[in-house]
Nanobody, 121 residues
Framework: QVQLVESGGGLVQPGGSLRLSCAAS????????MAWYRQAPGKQRELVAT???????VYADSVKGRFTISRDNAKNTVFLQMNSLKPEDTAVYYC???????????????WGQGTQVTVSS
């Protein structure tokens, strides 16, 4: 089985910064895309940023220029550096990953449990 665990959330002031991390563990043969999503109260889950294994990135327009996604393939870990945070960034942030668990398996999507980010004065 595969587990993804997020960390780094918390309460910050508007204009502040946070760095989220997500480590994948378990039966991992290889990982393709890794991504961050978020879900605010009463809203649908939305894509924040994705990164392929080779470094291709996609960002939501609402975070472009403020957030940066990165990953350490050797540690099966993805990061989200969040700068210039706004109250509208308040949400539960989830990571996911496309994981191949064996030589014969296809890629399946796994999700972390989420970490709360609150931006408020």
């Amino acid at each position: 089985q595969v587990q993804l665990v997020e960390s780094g959330g918390g309460l910050v002031q508007p204009g502040g910064s946070l760095r989220l991390s997500c480590a994948a563990s378990g039966s991992i043969f290889s990982i393709n895309d890794m991504a961050w999503y978020r879900q605010a109260p009463g809203k649908q889950r939305e894509l924040v940023a994705t990164m392929s294994r080779t470094g291709t990135t996609v960002y939501a327009d609402s975070v472009k220029g403020r957030f940066t996604i990165s990953r350490d393939n050797a540690k099966n870990t993805v990061f989200l550096q969040m700068n210039s945070l706004k109250p509208e960034d308040t949400a539960v942030y989830y990571c996911n990953a496309e994981v191949k668990t064996s030589r014969w398996a296809g890629f399946s999507l796994y999700w972390g449990q989420g970490t709360q980010v609150t931006v408020s004065s």
